[in-house]
Every structure is written in structure tokens, then in C-alpha cells.
């Protein structure tokens, strides 16, 4: 009950086995946790047949309906926290994260004095590859535009692959996270952040999907625009810390 991998899911039947087999043939006692929005392609049946192979390491959590990948994670943290969880990470489902990097997050977490790790593509070593040049630019883009709004010392603040302590998990107000999309994952690190635990960033190879089709959204794109700007506005209030803490 040591490490946990939350991987949100909609409408990934195409990759769910495999990403599942991946992470479990590490052999490094990761247990998963799926967290399905309803998807209508059957990702949920998947998962319930291969719980039959993996008893005790695999998860599933489903909820009605498209509901955003924050609360997804949300729901993932408040489940891995119930159950005693030490090391809880965040992962795609589409091989764009290499599970392989897992063991490097960990170590990162458990052995280097991290508390939160973050799977970046901007540091020194990171980098994207198979990545049509209009998301580049706007992963890019966003990640220049955080930092100097934010003054956060992230060069990748909207990297979705990430391990976090528990203690940090348990310092957060997690009710209080405010964005489902795009700014989620800014939100989390900018929170961590505030609350003064330390941030380190593992260089990683971002691969884009090979199969499936991306989420992304104008509609998502625009809540990490203004979301930025909300979260800065809020935490210069005294309030901020008291409402953000748990």
C-alpha cells in the first residue's frame, strides 16, 4: 500500500489494457487505480476483466458521465489517502507518459527529498517527440505564460505526470480546487507550491498518443488562461493559505 497510479479515463479501450499491463509488469508493487467518467466505448468493462488477473492492484473507480479530469483526480487522491497510500501519481492512459518513468519519480519522492515530482518536458533532458507543432507551441507557450504570472519555479506547470507524498496531499484543501481542466494541474503544483513544499522536476520524454484522440478543448484552453490569472489574483489575499489548507 505504498504506491498508487490514478489514471483518469474516457473512451480509452483502445490503450487501457496495455497502459495496465505496462505499469504492473514493472514489478515494483504499483497498484492502479482507474478512475472511468462512463466512457460508452466499454473502458470500464476492460478494467473489470482484467481485475480478475491483478487482484489487489487494480482498481476501478466509476462515475456517471464526463465529469473533468481535476475531479477525476480529486476522487483518486480522497481514495488513495482513505486507504493509506504513501506516494500517489497522476498518469495518462495513452502512452504519452512512459511508465517506465515511474521508478524515477519515486525515487525522486522517497530518496531525494522531493515532495512533489514532476515529470517535465522543459528541463534540461526533457523533451516532446511525434508532437503536432500547434500544441507544442501552446504547451510551451503556457508553460512561459504560468511563470510569469505566477512566479512559480516550474518550467512545466501543466505536466500531468506527477507523484506526489502524501502530506501533501493531506495539507490541501482538496474541496477547494477550483479547475477541472487545463489549469488543474497548474493549480495543484501553484497550491503545493504555497503551502512550501518542495517541487522537483524529473526530465521525461512526452510522446503524443498513438491511439485515441485528445481532449483538449478551446473550452480548456481558455480556463488555464484566466484560471492563472484567478489563482495569482487570490493568493495575494491573507486568506488564500487558510482557505487552501486542510
Known sequence: MEK?????????????????????????NFHILIVDDGSPDGTGNI????????????FLEERSGKQGLGTAYIH???????????????????????????TRLYHACANEGADVAVGSRYVKGGKTENWPW??????????????????MPVKDPTAGFV???????EAINLDQIQFVGYAFQIEMKFTAWKLGFRIKEVPITFKDRKE??????????????????????????RNYKRRVTN
Open 4 to 28: 498508487l497510479v490514478i489514471i483518469p479515463t474516457y473512451n480509452e479501450k483502445d490503450n487501457i489494457r496495455n497502459i495496465i499491463d505496462a505499469v504492473l509488469s514493472l514489478k515494483e
Open 47 to 58: 478494467v473489470k476483466e482484467l481485475q480478475q488477473q491483478h487482484p489487489g492492484e487494480l
Open 76 to 102: 483518486g487522491f480522497k481514495w488513495a489517502l482513505a486507504r493509506g497510500y504513501r506516494y500517489i501519481f497522476e498518469m495518462d492512459a495513452d502512452f504519452s507518459h512512459n511508465p517506465k518513468d515511474l
Open 134 to 151: 500547434d500544441r507544442a507551441v501552446l504547451s510551451y507557450g503556457a508553460s512561459i505564460y504560468v511563470g510569469m504570472i505566477t512566479w
Open 163 to 169: 507523484c506526489y507524498s502524501n502530506r501533501v496531499l
Open 212 to 237: 485515441g484522440y485528445s481532449k483538449m478543448s478551446k473550452g480548456i484552453v481558455k480556463e488555464g488562461i484566466l484560471g492563472v490569472l484567478k489563482i495569482q489574483w487570490q493568493s495575494l489575499f
